[in-house]
C-alpha cells in the first residue's frame, strides 16, 4: 500500500480484491470498502479483482450476486477480469482441510453449536472467541480414529476443526505480518491465533469455511494487499496461522475503520441499514455517495 498516486508504477504487480460476501444489499459499509481499495490500487497503479464469498449456501443468492455487481457498477467500482466465486473451488478447500486432516493438524467435530452453546453456558466465565462465540470446549479432539469412522459412516454431521495446541507446536514460533496505512512504512503486528481455540475451518453443510477459503483464495489470486474492515482485523492472526500450516504466501494487510450509522452502530445487511439500492431508488447519486463517504471517513475517495 505505498503511496504512489503521482506516477503509477507500470511494473507494480500489487493485488488488491474487494470480497462480498452474497448474502444481502451491499451498504454504504461495502461501498466504502470497495472505493478505499480502489484508490490504493489506483494510487500504486496495482489490480483490483472482484471475489464472492459465497460458501455459505443457505445465505448466499444468485440474486444477490446479480445485485451486488450491478451496485458496484454504479457505484463505478471497476475490477479486472470474472469475479472468482469461491462456491466453485470446494474441492481445493477440502483438499486443503484433508492435507491439515492428515498431519493430525484439524479433526472431524460432531458437536452442534447448541450443543457447544448449552456445554459452556452452564460453566462460569467460559472464554469466548474474537466473534464472542464460545471457544470449543474440545469434547471430539481427541476420540479414536475408529470412533471417528464409526460415527461418520453411521451418517453423523460433522464440521472440521483445527487442532490450535498442535497448530502452534508445528509452526514453533511467534507468526508475525505487515499492517499497513495509507502512507507509511507499516508495522509488524505478531498472530494471535490461539485467541480462536480450536477454530472451526470446515463447515457441517461445505467443506470450507470463511477462514480456510479466504486464504487459499488470496494466494490463488496472487494478492498481495488485503484491505478489509477493522470488524476481520482479529481474523488475520488465525488467516497468517493458517497460511504458515498451507504453505501460503502472506499478503500485507489494512483494516479500515468501519462506517457506522448516525447512532454510531456497525451497519449490517440484516439489520435496518439503507442499502446502496435503496439510497439509489432515493435518488441518491453515485457521486454524492463517495462525497458523503470522503466526509465521514475523512478521506478522499
Ligand atoms: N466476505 C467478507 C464480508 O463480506 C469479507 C472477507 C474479507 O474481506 O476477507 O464481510
Same mark, same amino acid.
Given at each position: ?22 448474502? /444481502?444489499?451491499? $451498504? ?44 458496484? &457498477? ?5 475490477? #479486472? ?6 462456491? *466453485? $473451488? ?16 484439524? @479433526? ?14 452452564? &460453566?462460569?466465565?467460559?472464554? &469466548?472467541?474474537?466473534? /464472542? ?18 460415527? +461418520?459412516?453411521?451418517? %453423523? ?19 508475525? @505480518?505487515?499492517?499497513?496505512? *495509507? /502512507? ?16 472451526? +475451518?470446515? &463447515? ?14 488470496? $494466494? ?15 481474523? #488475520? ?18 483494516? $479500515? ?42 478521506? %478522499?475517495?
Amino acid at each position: 500500500m505505498k503511496e504512489r498516486s503521482e506516477d503509477a508504477d507500470p511494473e507494480c504487480r500489487s493485488v488488491f480484491r474487494f470480497a462480498p460476501s452474497p448474502n /444481502g444489499y451491499l $451498504h454504504l459499509g461495502h461501498a466504502y470498502s470497495a472505493l478505499f481499495n480502489v484508490k490504493l490500487a489506483q494510487a500504486c497503479g496495482g489490480k483490483m479483482l472482484l471475489r464472492i464469498e459465497d460458501i455459505d449456501s443457505e445465505r448466499s443468492r444468485r440474486s444477490f450476486e446479480a445485485a451486488l455487481i450491478e451496485d458496484l &457498477r454504479w457505484l463505478g467500482f471497476n475490477w #479486472t477480469g470474472a469475479p472468482r466465486r469461491q462456491s *466453485e $473451488h470446494m474441492a481445493d478447500y477440502r483438499a486443503a482441510l484433508d492435507r491439515l486432516a492428515r498431519r493430525g493438524l484439524a @479433526y472431524p467435530c460432531f458437536c452442534s453449536r447448541g450443543e457447544i452453546a448449552r456445554a459452556c453456558a452452564a &460453566r462460569t466465565n467460559w472464554p &469466548r472467541d474474537p466473534d /464472542g462465540v464460545f471457544l470449543y470446549p474440545g469434547a471430539c479432539r481427541d476420540l479414536s480414529v475408529g470412533e471417528r469412522n464409526a460415527r +461418520i459412516e453411521a451418517g %453423523a454431521r460433522w464440521s472440521f476443526r483445527l487442532d490450535m495446541e498442535k497448530a502452534l507446536i508445528e509452526i514453533g514460533k511467534p507468526l508475525t @505480518y505487515m499492517e499497513f496505512h *495509507e /502512507g507509511d512504512a507499516g508495522v509488524k503486528v505478531t498472530a494471535e491465533p490461539s485467541a480462536w481455540g480450536d477454530a472451526l +475451518i470446515g &463447515r457441517r453443510d461445505a467443506p470450507a469455511s470463511y477462514h480456510i477459503a479466504c486464504v487459499l483464495d488470496d $494466494h490463488a489470486q496472487g494478492v498481495t494487499d488485503v484491505v478489509r474492515g477493522l470488524d476481520l482485523d482479529a481474523a #488475520t492472526g488465525l488467516h497468517r496461522l493458517l497460511q504458515a500450516l498451507l504453505g501460503l504466501r502472506t499478503p500485507q494487510y489494512h483494516h $479500515h475503520r468501519l462506517v457506522l450509522d448516525d447512532q454510531g452502530r456497525k451497519l449490517s445487511k440484516s439489520k435496518s441499514s439503507p442499502s446502496l439500492r435503496d439510497l439509489r431508488a432515493r435518488g441518491v447519486s453515485a457521486a454524492q455517495i463517495r462525497e458523503e463517504l470522503s466526509r465521514q471517513m475523512q478521506i %478522499a475517495l
